[in-house]
């Protein structure tokens, strides 16, 4: 039996199992409601609204404290015997790497498609409502996180809701915690195993075959695919073995190596094109508030927008603090302006960068993809910008390879961190989840298992509703902690001590 049927015939069963399942869930976490011509996800509508609170509640801290931001990443007010394992920049980078890739480059593709141009203008806007959620959870991600003996640290959702909520809420408030916790770890180890590996490497190893030659090229065989999955796992596996160390060594200098090529790519595009710039741009807003061709009009691009934004930066699922919490820093809220920045990065830059490029460039297949939605997004990115660079399709390919390969290692740690907190922190433990986390980057070249991926989106997203609601009752603490971190910031600025004697440390544990 050949290989190409044995995959075939895996798949197969995977879905005949799995389908009524990926069907069900997906059904209750992305219903939608009609409205005004269109479907809204109810889930989007969570999301956008825990966005829109948190900036209120935190008095428009996305804009009023990104400076400040700034100069954390920098590392202007480092302290150098905090316990963590990386700095603020390492930090951001690794988090990151978890959500800049194919979203970014397909997922704006199909936006601009399905929702027009206008859909750009509703995507910066959730990108900016998510810096506050991000900042919400990242604070408290730091704040709850452990610290071990052997200065390792664990972090996220399943520390800071039991944690936190016992904190609020006394031995009622641990109970409940505990049982989010453990659901949130479930669905943050099943999305790792399968959305943030597995299809990652599906995905690029696909865009490898459609630059060689397609199936009849030199990767196109099973023997190619399996080459391709091998060599994926072998270097996720070495990376792995490191810890978060290892992987922000990687990710601080691959994200900002491809992002800065990527978006080179577009200013390249855009200044070409220069002249079309100004009706580019009227053309997004005019789309906003007044779109041609859009199922729902404006709540329909609105939608659209707020959807690819929401599926893209990832504020509120709970999956960024897991690497932030690694920081080194005694002030909680440090990181979290820290990651205020990344939906910014990832949303309102990348995405926006992708979006004009298409809408500039204007590619024959972005016209086609508005009237028949079978074209592919990567496809139509691509040929924007074939329109200038004819062989940037290779460089695409290399930096969705790279893209794909850094948000593996980072849901690698991820899926590490909710194995260990279910399973125990044990030598046999870890090499056990390792293992079985490059065996998957192997099946993910072979295997489609899309039904899976389904499952594992469904599941991911459930992961939300449970995290907003604990930021909700633990926004307080975050007050707290951001007024602290500002006192720690006007002292250092009038030359004084650090004001850390009333600061609670870190628990460590064993």
């Keep these: 039996m050949s290989l190409e049927s044995i995959t075939e015939n895996v798949d197969e069963a995977v879905s005949g199992f799995f389908e009524p399942i990926a069907e069900w869930l997906g059904k209750i976490v992305f219903y939608a409601v009609p409205v005004g011509g269109t479907d809204l996800p109810l889930i989007v509508a969570w999301l956008v609204v825990a966005g829109l609170v948190f900036t209120g509640w935190f008095g428009f801290v996305q804009v009023r404290k990104f400076r400040l931001a700034i100069d954390v990443v920098r590392g202007k007010y480092d302290d150098k015997d905090s316990a963590g394992e990386v700095n603020h920049f390492q930090a951001l ?66 520390h800071y809701l039991p944690k936190g909520l016992a904190e609020r809420f006394g031995k009622n408030g641990k109970a409940f915690g505990k049982v989010l916790a453990v659901l949130a770890s479930i669905m943050i180890l099943f999305f790792g195993l399968f959305g943030g590996n597995l299809f990652q490497v599906n995905q690029s190893y696909a865009q490898l075959v459609s630059v060689t030659g397609g199936e009849d090229g030199a990767m196109g065989s099973s023997a190619g695919a399996l080459f391709f999955g091998i060599l994926v796992a072998a270097l996720v596996g070495i990376v792995l073995l490191g810890g978060i160390r290892s992987i922000a060594s990687v990710t601080s200098r691959l994200i900002p190596a491809m992002a800065g090529i990527y978006i080179v790519a577009c200013l390249v595009v855009i200044l070409v094109n220069v002249t079309a710039v100004p009706a580019a741009i009227g053309t997004i807003i005019e789309g906003a508030f007044n779109p041609e061709g859009v199922a729902g009009g404006v709540l329909g691009a609105l939608i659209i927008g707020f959807k690819r934004a929401a599926f893209s930066n990832e504020a509120g699922l709970g999956s960024a603090p897991i690497a932030h919490s690694a920081v080194k820093t005694k002030h909680p809220a440090s990181e979290g302006l820290v990651a205020l920045l990344e939906p910014f990065i990832d949303t309102v830059v990348i995405c926006t960068m992708t979006a004009l490029t298409i809408v500039i460039a204007n590619p024959a297949s972005w016209g086609e993809a508005r009237t028949d939605e079978s074209i592919g997004g990567v496809t139509i990115t691509s040929d924007a910008f074939e329109t200038v660079l004819p062989w940037f399709p290779y460089v695409l390919t290399v930096a969705v390879i790279l893209f794909a390969f850094s948000t593996v290692l980072t849901w690698g740690y991820y899926g590490l961190k909710a194995w260990t907190y279910l399973f125990g922190r044990s030598r046999i433990s870890e090499i056990v989840y390792k293992s079985l986390y490059t065996l998957f980057a192997v099946a993910g070249s072979l295997l489609t298992l899309q039904t899976l991926i389904d499952l594992a989106d469904a599941v991911l997203f459930s992961l939300a509703v449970i995290n907003i609601i604990g930021l909700y009752f633990l926004a307080p603490i975050v007050k707290r902690e951001l007024n602290t971190f500002l006192e720690y910031v006007r002292t250092r600025k009038d030359g004084g001590t650090d004001g850390d004697k009333d600061e609670e440390p870190v628990k460590a544990t064993v």
Excluded: Q
């Design 93 to 158: 980078t690794a988090a990151v790497s978890g959500t800049v890739g194919l979203g970014n480059i397909a997922g704006v593709a199909v936006a601009v498609s399905i929702g027009g141009a206008g859909a750009t203008f509703w995507m910066i806007l959730c990108g900016l409502l998510g810096m506050a959620t991000k900042f919400v959870e990242v604070t408290l991600g730091v704040k709850y996180r452990e610290v071990h003996a052997d200065g390792t640290v664990s972090g996220g959702p399943m």
